[in-house]
């Protein structure tokens, strides 16, 4: 079946340090591929996403490039700040269906 | 802006009793999903409906179910509540997919349920 996995969690990191948090995934459909960030309290939100293969989304100085070969679709931002601090969930939706599928959260903490 | 809300946004609740979330889109969104968030395991659907009156099962519909009495309106229902279903329950609307086209989850800000 369908799945996605991530960096597990907690990560910590300093103001201004780089972040990569790693997603892989499986399916034998076409998905579209999705981050989304979660902040205290509210419900999960669309960080960017990215329909087709070996594009790159962006939004808010992350960014994740949609690599087919690897099935991967790693979050990177090359220097942090305390209001990153979050839960980010790498997604996946398959063309032509209804359902998204998540994995677990990475929740990132940064220290000023 | 798109908008879900969710009621209650907390809730306390005895083993074997009976409980009701409610989810409510101002979006004119088809699809609605019941998600549940657990520290380990993330996202996992329970149930989802694309029309009035009409619901399916998502990964995880044991011992749930679900009512989507109109487009704006989707319920969860723990008939007996019991004691593995203590999580955060987050509800979201979006548009169908056709065949090319992706659309996004707008998602409510979630009911923290604890079964005593």
């Known amino acids: 079946g369908d799945s996605v996995t991530q960096t597990e969690g907690p990560v910590t990191l300093s103001e201004g340090t780089s972040l990569t948090v790693n997603c892989s995934y499986e399916?034998?459909?076409?998905?579209?591929l999705f981050w989304y960030v979660q902040y205290p309290g509210e419900g999960p939100q669309l960080l960017f996403k990215?329909?087709?293969?070996?594009e790159k989304g962006s939004n808010r100085g992350f960014e994740a490039t949609y690599n087919k070969e690897a099935t991967s679709f790693h979050l990177q931002k090359a220097s942090v700040q305390e209001s990153d601090s979050a839960v980010y969930y790498c997604?996946?939706?398959?063309?032509?269906?209804?359902?998204?599928?998540f994995g677990k959260g990475t929740s990132l903490t940064v220290i000023p | 802006e798109a908008a879900v809300t969710q009621s209650p946004r907390s809730k306390v609740a005895v083993t074997g009793g009976k409980v009701t979330l409610s989810c409510h889109q101002t979006?004119?969104?088809?699809?609605m999903y019941w998600y549940r968030q657990d520290t380990g395991h993330g996202l996992r659907l329970i149930h989802y409906s694309y029309v009035a009156d009409s619901t399916e099962k998502g990964d995880i519909p044991d011992g749930y179910k679900a009512s989507r009495p109109s487009q704006e309106n989707f319920s969860l229902i723990l008939e007996l509540a019991s004691l593995s279903q203590t999580a955060v329950y987050f509800c979201?609307?979006?548009?169908?997919?056709?065949?090319?086209?992706?659309?996004?989850?707008?998602f409510g800000a979630g009911t923290r349920l604890s079964v005593l």
């Open positions: 997604a996946l939706r398959n063309t032509g269906y209804q359902n998204f599928y």
């Open positions: 399916t034998k459909q076409y998905p579209t």
């Open positions: 990215v329909p087709k293969a070996n």
């Open positions: 979006n004119n969104h088809d699809y």
């Open positions: 979201a609307s979006s548009e169908p997919t056709p065949w090319g086209s992706q659309n996004t989850l707008y």
